[in-house]
Structure formats: structure tokens, C-alpha cells
């Protein structure tokens, strides 16, 4: 893997270091979800896209498929899941299995700056908590637009910077956050449409799960890292105070959002 596409992976996974790419999947085994809300897309997509037998969904940064999968569990519609980690991708494709949905689901290993160059003529694309996996925002929402149809859908979760806040109130983001008026006007200048904006302050149960129970889901994993690996104390130490900044940015300062974006005709 490139170190670019390295250290891009790991800011989408708040991991401050490459180096701990590989404890990633151990560290993360006890969630599902990983950033985006799956009843949120799923109730923006039934309130708002005309679906039929033949839509076709691309999850791109699908992380462990639990958007994919309560996709096509509940609207039966065919979803294309793209992770570039394969311990995620397997585990999507257990869940599919689970959920009788295997058939609908397709789950592949590999880098969506690849595979954008490809997919073609989706109705509908996700892009949910993948940061700038996709380089830039006016960057991302380009690729984005390249893999749907005229008149197809975007749904991306993101964070942006509410009035008054400012970049260094920010503990954990690992990249510049956007305000919401500077997302307006790139979706403008990009010919997308905004369609319906929810806050994650108007769900009752957000993605990330009460961050309680989160913290002690991360410090136990990495506390059994550390008797593994106690040498290497400091550096997961490390990961559990950046995830605990993560869960207070995201209740106290960034404001998180789901858009969905209609491509113009
Ligand atoms: C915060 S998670 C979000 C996962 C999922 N979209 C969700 O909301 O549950 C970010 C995901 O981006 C994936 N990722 C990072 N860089 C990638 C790349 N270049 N190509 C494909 N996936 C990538 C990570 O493996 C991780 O699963």
C-alpha cells in the first residue's frame, strides 16, 4: 500500500500513526457500525429516491457492510461494498450471510481512488465518515459524481465546523473541517443538489453508540494489546485518548451530518 494512501486510511480510522494500522481490526472488533448511521440513510433513501428492482448502490469506504446490509435487507436493492481492509470486508460479507442478503451484496477488498476510475451509473453512492479518503472535499464530491448516473443520489456523513467554532477547538480531526457554508457552495459549484440535511442531534441513537459504552469497548481491546505487547504502552495508550477526544468533539463541538445530494439531469 502506497504511505499515502497509508496515512489516509488511518486518519479515517482516527488513528494518529500508520503504525497502528495493523491492530486496527483487533482494536475495532467489537463494532458493527464505524461512523455513518445505517437507519439515517436508510429513511433518507426511502423518503426521497424512487427505487425499483434494478437500483444499484455503491458503499465506497464500506467498513464492516452495516450500511450495505440494512440497505438490502430492507429496501432489496443490489449494494456494491468497497473497504480496503479485507478483515473488514470478510466480516461485511458474514453479515450479508447472516442477514439473508448475500445475494444482493457484494463485498470487495481494494482503494475506492481505484476503483472510482471505474464504477459507472450507480443510482446511488455512500460515502459515510471516509474523511478524505477521497482527497479534498471539491475532490471527493468530483469522484463522487463520476460513479452515478444524471439525476443519481450522493449520501455522505460528515463532519462540518458550527458557526463560532474554530479549527483548533477541534482535538481529534486529523484534517481541516469545513463550515456548513462553505459545503453550500461546494455542492453549488459542483452541479449537486441538496436534497435533506439530518443532524445527529435530531437521532435518538447515533451511530456511534453512547460513548460510554464505546470507551469500554476500545480500552478493553487495547488493554489486551498492551499485556501482548507492553512495550508498546505509550502508542495504545495513546489510541484510547485520541478515540476519547473523538467522542467528545463529536458530542461537544463538530457538528455531524448526513446529506443527501441529488445529481442535476
Ligand atoms: C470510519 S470508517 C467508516 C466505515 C463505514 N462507511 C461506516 O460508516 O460504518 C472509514 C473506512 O474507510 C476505509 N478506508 C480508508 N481508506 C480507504 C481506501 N483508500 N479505500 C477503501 N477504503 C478505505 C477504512 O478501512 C474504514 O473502513
Keep these: 500500500m ?15 500513526t500508520t503504525e497502528l494500522l495493523p491492530f486496527l481490526p483487533y482494536l475495532l ?4 457500525e464505524l461512523g455513518s448511521d445505517p437507519e439515517v440513510m436508510l429513511r433518507l433513501i426511502k423518503s426521497h429516491v424512487q427505487l425499483s428492482p434494478e437500483t444499484r448502490v455503491l458503499d465506497l469506504a464500506c467498513g464492516k457492510g452495516a450500511v450495505s446490509v440494512k440497505l438490502a435487507e430492507k429496501l432489496n436493492i443490489r449494494v456494491k461494498g468497497i473497504d ?5 470486508i470478510a466480516y461485511a460479507g458474514q453479515k450479508a450471510a447472516e442477514h439473508n442478503v448475500a445475494g444482493l451484496c457484494e463485498f470487495i477488498s481494494g482503494d475506492i481512488n481505484e476503483a472510482v476510475k471505474n464504477e459507472r451509473d450507480y443510482d446511488i453512492v455512500i460515502y459515510g465518515a471516509a474523511s478524505i479518503v477521497l482527497g479534498e472535499p471539491a475532490q471527493m464530491l468530483g469522484k463522487l459524481k463520476s460513479v452515478i448516473r444524471p439525476g443519481g443520489y450522493i449520501l455522505i456523513d460528515e463532519g462540518y465546523l ?3 467554532v474554530k479549527q483548533s477547538d477541534v482535538k481529534s480531526a486529523g484534517y481541516e473541517l469545513l463550515t456548513e457554508r462553505q459545503w453550500s457552495e461546494l455542492f453549488i459549484e459542483a452541479g ?9 442531534d435530531d437521532n435518538e441513537t447515533p451511530a456511534s453508540g453512547d460513548s460510554e459504552t464505546g ?3 476500545i480500552t478493553a481491546r487495547a488493554n489486551e494489546l498492551i499485556l ?9 495508550d495513546g489510541y484510547v ?25
Design 84 to 88: 480496503i481492509l479485507p478483515e473488514f
Design 29 to 32: 472488533q467489537d463494532f458493527w
Design 241 to 265: 485518548r485520541g478515540q476519547q477526544s473523538e467522542y467528545d468533539d463529536i458530542e461537544n463541538t463538530i457538528e455531524c451530518v448526513t446529506w443527501l445530494l441529488k445529481k442535476d439531469l
Design 162 to 164: 458550527p458557526d463560532g
Design 2 to 16: 502506497k504511505n499515502e494512501t497509508k496515512e489516509t486510511l488511518a486518519t479515517s480510522l482516527s488513528a494518529d
Design 215 to 217: 470507551m469500554a469497548f
Design 192 to 200: 449537486l443538489t441538496l436534497i435533506e440535511t439530518v443532524s445527529d
Design 228 to 236: 501482548k505487547y507492553p512495550d508498546k504502552k505509550a502508542f495504545f
